[in-house]
């Protein structure tokens, strides 16, 4: 075929050619901004040439190969995992900053003013044992103390069960996305097995993938037909078109109820080490519990020395015997002023004998504030305290600063990925006037072609 | 190196947010002149701060004992003071009553001026300070001593509150510092006990009786005894002067460690202005480079020159 119809042939083909180069350079600028999108080209090559006899080939004109998509493995590979720790520290430090918004030190309003407070009252009772003001005023200060730390212990609770409800709805993604991945992994199967690349498909795959990673850390391997399997912790989760559903146990942690992630069937627990997942379980089943045992054994120093030297001491009527703080209930969730002294101030025992003007007890509990009751004998009620508030301080400043690092080495990874797969709008508009000016050669090519023709059959007029 | 253009977006988003955030900090540290607002903000320093916040409100504590304690001490000196002048009077008129010349009217006068100063001692023996017996020990709010008058109305015996009335009452002035302020009303009225040589009114009844009986004998032998008690009274008066004193000196001390707590935790707290305001005006500098040159980056494309 060596003739006028195979010039314009040539011409048709070149026409169709940029008119596809243009339309993918299309759908690259309409998805400039679509999320997990990877900008695609058109691959274009000579067609297959035609053996002239004794000339050689002649070029029969354009063809597109293949479209493909400019994605690097690599790069998803560390952008996920930098997802996973970014994740991890976001969900942890997000708690751990409510934990500490709630002890509101260093300030005039901490939880350690009032407590420096409650033994000022006490040193004031000393200054003048028989007069109730003061009585009064320490009765007002204890009440404070035991609501503070009840508030404390009950705040932070409270925190460990919003972190409880976001495990459950974090699960419920997990079981989602692997349905849709799943789901993802046939559809892709199907397409790619008739030699197409399914490049939408698999950007809605990829995008999945950078959400799933982010709340727990898994590991992906691809498959030879174009699907992937999904591991947690070694665990198969997705393979191909199936995937095993995640669901919680209830379990108990220091008497606090919480929803243990497991395996559906089985019931063993899901290896989590990575993840918003995995920053929010480890503020639920650690700092959260340690932070609440350190207040607990505050409370429960506090009662227990103040109620010892209190039943040994003798109120202003006389009575003896009687404990200062609830004696039948424990921790900072339970402390609380014996009813007995809130009903009759007559109860606080200041004196060590039934001498109204005694002021040995009160002196002996004001001397608490100093006595190194904690920690093996080594930390004062204040400086326990005082190492609480640095310890939440320190916990809040490390998963900060990883916070913050992993912010910088995920834009670094994103950014990378962009590099390859991200739309240049630039790139894409001189690309459009370079198909645009190959188009328009094409059709004045084809007209040429039509020249010619008229030309030949005109000869024959 | 390629750029698309979400990664100029996100670059640059990612810029400001880092720079405003700074800029906030730098703003809020400035308008609370606090360095820690958070203990995240440095741990260690917000553990510090509050040890020396306890540290300060302990110290106002030790402070306001001591300056209770001082307050009664004064006290029960200007007490003390009055009871050793009443003795001096009680001395003169031994000295006259001593006189052999006197008649057993002129001793009768002179009894009626002892007795007044008995009736006195007793009264300044049963001194309230802010309604409580001053030498009344822990028990305070009872009579430290009660009298038993004869027929006439005259004092025989003075005897102290069986309760007790010696236990020494505390302040606490420093960490584990406890230290008595008052004086036990037995150790200075009746060191020996009630009726003994020592016991100052059982000086002021010989004195007066002996008058009323016209008793030289019962009465030469007082004169001595009202010294011994006088320096009975001048023993305990310098004790509670020494340690007057001692508060003073722990106040002052107070005084100073109070400054030392507040630098300190100023010193460990506080932002520094001059500093502050400079990486203030800095990170504000760089946020608006940030602005400017991102708002006409962010604009420019091939698009805009294409015709």
């Known amino acids: 075929m060596n003739n006028i119809f195979s010039l314009l042939e040539v011409g048709k083909r070149a026409v169709q050619t940029n008119r596809l180069q ?86 005039e309003l901490g939880f350690g003013n009032v407590l420096d407070e409650f033994w000022s009252a006490w040193g004031d009772i000393a200054n003048d044992p028989e007069d109730i003001g003061g009585r009064s005023v320490l009765r007002q200060r204890a009440v404070m103390l035991c609501q503070n730390l009840n508030d404390y212990d009950s705040d932070i609770k409270m925190l460990q069960e919003n972190a409880n409800a976001e495990v459950i709805s974090l699960k419920n993604n997990l079981n989602q996305y692997a349905a849709q991945i799943a789901d993802l992994n046939k559809k892709i199967q199907i397409a790619e097995n008739s030699g197409q690349n399914a490049n939408d498909l698999r950007d809605q795959r990829d995008l999945l993938l950078d959400n799933l990673s982010e709340i727990i850390k898994v590991k992906i391997s691809d498959n030879n037909d174009g699907t992937v399997n999904i591991y947690l912790g070694g665990e198969i989760f997705i393979q191909g078109g199936e995937y095993r559903t995640l669901t919680t146990k209830l379990s108990s942690i220091n008497g606090v109820v919480i929803d243990e992630l497991v395996w559906d069937g089985t019931y063993n627990n899901v290896v989590v080490d990575g993840g918003r997942l995995k920053g929010i379980m480890q503020f639920r089943d650690v700092d959260a519990i340690d932070i609440r045992n350190r207040l607990d054994d505050f409370a429960d120093t506090l009662v227990n020395n103040v109620n010892g030297l209190h039943q040994g001491g003798y109120g202003l009527n006389g009575s003896m015997g009687i404990s200062f703080f609830r004696s039948d209930t424990t921790g900072a969730g339970g402390i609380e002023v014996n009813p007995n002294i809130l009903n009759d101030l007559n109860n606080i025992a200041a004196g060590g004998s039934e001498a109204p003007g005694d002021n040995e007890n009160a002196l002996a509990i004001a001397a608490l504030a100093d006595a190194k009751l904690m920690n093996g004998g080594t930390q004062t009620l204040n400086e326990h305290y005082a190492a609480t508030v640095s310890e939440v301080g320190a916990r809040k400043e490390s998963s900060g600063l990883y916070r913050e690092q992993s912010e910088a080495v995920h834009l670094q990874m994103v950014n990378d990925r962009s590099a390859v797969s991200g739309v240049s709008l630039d790139e894409e508009m001189a690309d459009l006037i370079k198909f645009q000016q190959s188009f328009n050669a094409a059709a004045i090519l084809v007209s040429t072609a039509n020249e010619l023709m008229t030309t030949i059959i005109n000869l024959g007029k | 190196m390629r750029i698309s253009d979400q990664m100029r977006v996100r670059s640059l988003l990612y810029q400001l947010e880092n720079h405003l955030d700074s800029v906030s900090k730098y703003q809020s540290q400035l308008s609370t002149g606090k360095r820690i607002e958070e203990p995240s903000d440095d741990a260690f320093g917000a553990g510090k701060a509050l040890r020396y916040r306890h540290g300060i409100k302990m110290n106002e504590q030790h402070v306001r004992n001591a300056e209770d ?6 006290y029960s000196d200007g007490i003390l003071q009055s009871i050793t002048n009443l003795m001096n009077q009680a001395m003169s008129l031994a000295v006259a009553a001593d006189n052999d010349t006197l008649t057993a009217a002129d001793r009768q006068v002179i009894a009626n001026e002892v007795d007044q100063l008995l009736e006195d001692l007793v009264s300044k023996a049963n001194t309230q300070y802010n309604g409580k017996y001053l030498f009344g020990g822990f028990n305070d709010n009872a009579e430290a001593f009660t009298v038993t008058r004869d027929g006439q109305g005259l004092i025989t015996a003075v005897s102290a509150n069986p309760d007790g009335i010696d236990q020494e009452i505390k302040r606490e002035i420093g960490v584990g510092l406890k230290e008595t302020v008052n004086i036990g009303g037995t150790l200075l009225f009746q060191p020996d006990g009630e009726g003994a040589e020592s016991d100052l009114f059982r000086k002021l009844i010989t004195l007066r009786d002996g008058c009323i009986n016209n008793d030289p004998d019962a009465i030469g032998p007082q004169i001595d005894a009202i010294q011994d008690g006088i320096d009975q009274i001048s023993y305990h008066s310098s004790t509670l002067g020494a340690k007057v004193n001692f508060f003073q000196r722990q106040l002052e001390q107070l005084g100073m460690d109070a400054v030392n707590y507040t630098d300190s935790l100023s010193n460990v707290e506080d932002a520094d202005l001059i500093e502050t305001v400079m990486m203030y005006e800095q990170e504000q500098a760089a946020y608006e480079a940030a602005l400017a040159s991102g708002a006409t980056i962010i604009q420019m494309s091939l698009i805009n020159f294409m015709g």
Do not use: C
């Open chain 1, 22 to 107: 243009m339309q993918v350079i299309g759908h690259n600028i309409a998805n400039a901004d679509t999320e997990g999108y990877s900008r695609q080209r058109a691959n274009q090559k000579a067609a297959s040439a035609m053996d002239m006899p004794g000339l050689g080939q002649a070029g029969t004109g354009v063809m597109i190969q293949e479209i493909t998509r400019a994605r690097d493995i690599l790069l998803d590979r560390q952008v996920r995992n930098e997802k996973s720790a970014l994740g991890r520290w976001e969900g942890q430090d997000d708690l751990l900053n409510s934990i500490q918004n709630i002890f509101t030190e260093p300030s």
């Open chain 2, 69 to 74: 304690g001082m307050g009664r001490m004064q």
